[in-house]
């Protein structure tokens, strides 16, 4: 039989974002208060719908900047200080997953170094960075004294394919600098091991392991007391981007 294109309804496509970083200590998310229906007053994390004219990187880019004022980390080209780490993560395709209409997501994840509170924009009504765990597991009241209900459409299982994500590929890959400024410490690296797997760690044995790989910190021959006490000396990532051996998370 001869293929029929109106035999199939349309739908349209979105691109949401878990974008992470690591502020006092903690592993956190940015959310967006929904300020139209559906879910309206409900946190959701950011994204909007693929325009005409774009491809998904091209979608996923544009609402990073639009939500962070991020640039999206060019691999081939020079690192810029504004920019972030950022990938696909997966597609979310369950017919009911927005009241709205048939909506395909095509979920990127973004990883930044620390930062400054955001500004809403679009139709939310304020945005916040907020700890993982009172997102994925909203229980009474967060640290801002909101009270933390379940995020909208299928938002949570879409953080927390992106938080597993970031806990599993830093276990052997480089992606854990993308939480550091462009000079940062062992001490520092060793923080954002500490906040994304929620453990820890020997300081020891942790700067043994990242010192170990030849390539993977690369000293600038500078050093640091932002942290506190002696100085410290300060590393930026190398050309090795895996780890050898991993470093195995521990149970938390």
Known sequence: MPYDPSAFPPFAVTVDLVVLTVRRHALCALAVRRGEPP?????????????????????AARELA????????????????????????????????DPRMRVVSVAHLALAPDLPAPRPGGDARSVSWVPVEELLHPAGYGRDGDVRAPLAFDHARILADGVERARSKIEYSSLATAFCP???????????????????????????????????????????????????????????????????????
């Open 39 to 59: 879910f309206q007053g409900r946190w959701a994390l950011p994204g909007g719908f693929v325009r005409g004219d774009e491809d998904l990187e091209t979608a």
């Open 66 to 97: 639009e939500e962070t004022g991020l640039l999206a980390h060019d691999p081939a080209g020079p690192v810029a200080p504004n920019a972030a780490h950022l990938e696909q993560l997966a597609t979310y395709g369950d017919p009911g997953r």
């Open 182 to 252: 462009q000079e940062f410490t062992v001490g520092e690296l060793r923080r954002v091991y500490e906040a994304v797997w929620g453990v820890a760690l020997d300081p020891r044995n942790f700067h043994r392991k990242v010192t170990g790989t030849p390539g993977f910190l690369v000293p600038t021959g500078g050093t640091t007391t932002r942290q506190g006490g002696r100085p410290a000396q300060l590393f930026r990532a190398g050309g090795a981007t895996l780890l050898n051996p991993p470093m195995l998370r521990p149970e938390a």
